[in-house]
């Protein structure tokens, strides 16, 4: 059964740097989620993207955050000048519609860990 | 604004008993979506069961089973004989649009 894999699986980064996730989703998936769950608390809705855009983010996804799938089979989180509180596990999703009509098939998470 | 609440941080069952998970939520939409997730050691979230609001009749997959009450705005997942296997996190989750919101979770163990 095809998955949505990550890299890498752990990430360890000094506090100030820029970091970057990768997930490959689903081969014929169109939409691509990234969440966050910080250790002992809930899994949290950072940003949707479909069509090369982002169609919906929350709070949290402010400028330090961006989105990108560069080369239409890797979807890309970027952090830009982390903070201790980035720490956390973030999950990449895809789906091959819109939520919640569609699934969502959720990757292994990469756990950033920040120096 | 939507939110997703878990009361039970931690719960457990003897192997082939029945166990109960509890989930309310709060939201003004009338159209949305809920959720039950299963989150193994192995940390991928897997889909158990979902249920859309518009239908009265409670979703069902093999062992599990909800009880959706949506006057009550209550969501809860019975797991009926427990396997080693069911032991993980489980997170009930809202959708409406795009966006999810996920309580914080319940602890499941299951005593063989």
């Known amino acids: 059964e095809p998955e949505v894999t990550q890299t890498p699986s752990h990430q360890v980064t000094q506090m100030g740097q820029e970091v970057i996730l990768r997930c490959v989703p689903i081969s014929n998936h169109l939409y691509f989620y990234w969440y966050r769950q910080i250790l002992g608390q809930k899994v949290e809705f950072l940003v949707s993207?479909?069509?090369?855009?982002?169609?919906?983010k929350s709070e949290i996804f402010d400028d330090q955050f961006s989105v990108e799938r560069p080369d239409g089979s890797n979807f890309t989180l970027k952090i830009r000048s982390t903070k201790l509180e980035d720490s956390a596990m973030y999950f990449c999703?895809?789906?091959?519609?819109?939520?919640?009509?569609?699934?969502?098939?959720f990757g292994d998470g990469t756990r950033l860990s920040i120096l | 604004a939507q939110t997703v609440t878990q009361s039970q941080p931690e719960m457990s069952v003897q192997e082939a008993e029945t166990v109960t998970l509890s989930c309310t939520y709060d939201t003004s939409e009338s159209d949305y979506y809920l959720f039950w997730y299963k989150q193994p050691p192995s940390r991928q979230m897997i889909l158990v069961i979902r249920q859309e609001a518009y239908k009265q009749q409670n979703a069902t997959e093999n062992r599990f089973s909800v009880n959706f009450q949506k006057a009550a705005k209550s969501f809860s997942l019975k797991i009926s004989d427990s396997q080693l296997g069911d032991a993980a996190m489980y997170f009930c989750a809202y959708a409406s649009g795009n966006q999810f919101y996920f309580g914080t979770g319940t602890s499941l163990t299951v005593i063989p």
């Open positions: 999703a895809s789906s091959e519609g819109e939520v919640p009509n569609q699934p969502q098939h």
């Open positions: 993207f479909y069509n090369n855009e982002i169609s919906e």
